[in-house]
């Protein structure tokens, strides 16, 4: 098996656990989930029409590279559509969007650099344990709520690590 669909295998896995948990805690809360999917900056435009036709209430994207490449594009268009959008990457808020709650780079980089330098040292990738990341960011871009006219509770601005005016 070449790296390349070993990768793809694991972003679809990844994929699949994110839609799993969505599902389930949509479920709870009696929430109706549609599914768009747009694999490049050509689909944005027909998944934003998507959400329109069934009148979607808010968006949720995924954390993709493909959506972190064209998040300003995204952003762009959620503010056109009206739609809060909770995404997976910090720069996606900077770029507009309303708010994510992501990973902390930082740390995610300085874990892997430890990762890196067992290698460089003799230790086997396959030996090595698959972990998750652990710190996580609430980010929310205020300037983009106030422009939806969503009103952002207190006590999330105050769980927030970052609140960007």
Avoid: C
């Avoid at 910090?90 to 874990?111: C, I, P, T, W």
């Amino acid at each position: 098996m070449s790296g390349g669909s070993r990768s793809s295998q694991i972003r679809s896995i990844r994929f699949a656990l994110q839609v799993k948990g969505v599902e389930a805690t949509a479920r709870v809360l009696g929430i109706r989930l549609q599914h768009l999917e747009a694999r490049g900056s050509d689909d944005l435009e027909s998944a934003f029409s998507a959400t329109a036709r069934e009148r979607a209430d808010a968006l949720l994207v995924t954390g993709s590279s493909t959506f972190l490449t064209h998040r300003a594009r995204i952003a762009e268009l959620a503010m056109k559509g009206r739609l809060p959008t909770m995404l997976s990457f910090r720069e996606s808020v900077a770029a507009g969007g309303l708010m994510a709650y992501a990973v902390n780079m930082a740390d995610f980089v300085q874990h892997a650099a430890v990762y890196v330098e067992k290698i460089l040292k003799g230790a086997k990738p396959a030996d090595l344990p698959v972990e998750q990341p652990t710190k996580f960011e609430l980010i929310i871009n205020l300037k983009t709520a106030k422009a939806l006219g969503v009103a952002i509770p207190q006590s999330l601005l105050l769980r927030a690590n970052e609140v960007i005016q």
